[in-house]
């Protein structure tokens, strides 16, 4: 079977799915993903998405952070301690994932099996950080 988060997956058409999916949600009783608004790029904003998805019963260790290049050019840039993603995941104490098709203004936080390709198999195994305009 192969991994439903992969490369053939289209982050762009992904993230419009997941914040349209959210907005169609609210007040139903449909599993839904968890969305943010996050100021700006930092690994606070991060662990604060983080802190949303597990507090939705999600175990830390399985969960990936997909950001766009220049989403973690930014946070190595920021971020004292953090020089590369390797260094950005010990931090977070989760994987990240650089995608050059992701958007710049979405952050994900996911489950690998949580979609399949840029359908949503499970949406509450989905994080999504909406970032703010970062003067």
């Given at each position: 079977?192969?991994?439903?988060?992969?490369?053939?997956?289209?982050?762009?058409?992904?993230?419009?799915?997941?914040?349209?999916?959210?907005?169609?949600?609210?007040?139903?009783?449909?599993?839904?993903?968890t969305i943010r608004s996050?100021?700006?790029v930092s690994s606070d904003?991060?662990?604060?998405?983080?802190?949303?998805?597990?507090?939705?019963?999600?175990?830390?260790?399985?969960?990936?952070?997909?950001?766009?290049?220049?989403?973690?050019?930014?946070?190595?840039?920021?971020?004292?301690?953090?020089?590369?993603?390797d260094e950005l995941e010990?931090?977070?104490?989760?994987?990240?994932?650089?995608?050059?098709?992701?958007?710049?203004?979405?952050?994900?936080?996911?489950?690998?099996?949580?979609?399949?390709?840029?359908?949503?198999?499970?949406?509450?195994?989905?994080?999504?950080?909406?970032?703010?305009?970062?003067?």
């Amino acid at each position: 079977m192969p991994a439903r988060l992969d490369s053939e997956t289209d982050f762009e058409e992904l993230t419009a799915r997941i914040r349209t999916q959210s907005q169609q949600a609210p007040g139903s009783d449909t599993e839904r993903v968890t969305i943010r608004s996050l100021e700006a790029v930092s690994s606070d904003s991060l662990a604060t998405l983080l802190e949303a998805a597990e507090s939705e019963h999600l175990e830390p260790g399985a969960l990936v952070f997909v950001l766009s290049r220049a989403n973690a050019e930014l946070l190595c840039e920021r971020e004292f301690d953090i020089d590369d993603v390797d260094e950005l995941e010990t931090v977070l104490d989760c994987r990240v994932r650089v995608e050059d098709e992701m958007p710049d203004d979405t952050i994900l936080l996911l489950h690998p099996d949580a979609v399949e390709g840029e359908e949503l198999v499970e949406p509450e195994a989905v994080a999504c950080g909406i970032l703010g305009t970062d003067d």
